[in-house]
């Protein structure tokens, strides 16, 4: 089994920037293909940014592209998401996903074997 804890979250206004660690403990995350979601009040959770397991391939939802850098240190078994010029619409919370099978990149939820408690990510006007 995995744990995956979500941590960095808070409160910053339109344009700051925030970073989100992902800690896994349980087993080495090294092989796994990691993902970053996001689920705001009253819909769906939605794909943000996944890497491959050794940080070679990454992907991006169109919404964040350009804005938010997916990382892993597998050494340090943690996943990162450096998130900047924040906006209102970023506003969720943030889950941590990892997938034990599988290569490359996942932007599916049902492709995510174990989940973090998420962190909130409040971004003000």
């Known amino acids: 089994q995995v744990q995956l804890v979500e941590s960095g979250g808070g409160l910053v206004q339109a344009g700051g920037s925030l970073r989100l660690s992902c800690a896994a403990s349980?087993?080495?995350?090294?092989?796994?293909?990691m993902g970053w979601f996001r689920q705001a009040p009253g819909k769906e959770r939605e794909f943000v940014a996944a890497?491959?397991?050794?940080?070679?391939?990454?992907a991006y939802a169109d919404s964040v592209k350009g804005r938010f850098t997916i990382s892993r240190d597998n050494a340090k078994n943690t996943v990162r998401l450096q998130m900047n010029s924040l906006k209102p619409e970023d506003t969720a919370v943030y889950y941590c996903a990892a997938a034990a099978r599988g290569y490359g990149t996942s932007w599916y939820r049902q492709e995510y074997d174990y989940w973090g408690q998420g962190t909130q990510v409040t971004v003000s006007s």
């Open positions: 349980g087993r080495t995350i090294s092989s796994y293909r």
């Open positions: 890497i491959s397991w050794n940080g070679g391939d990454t």
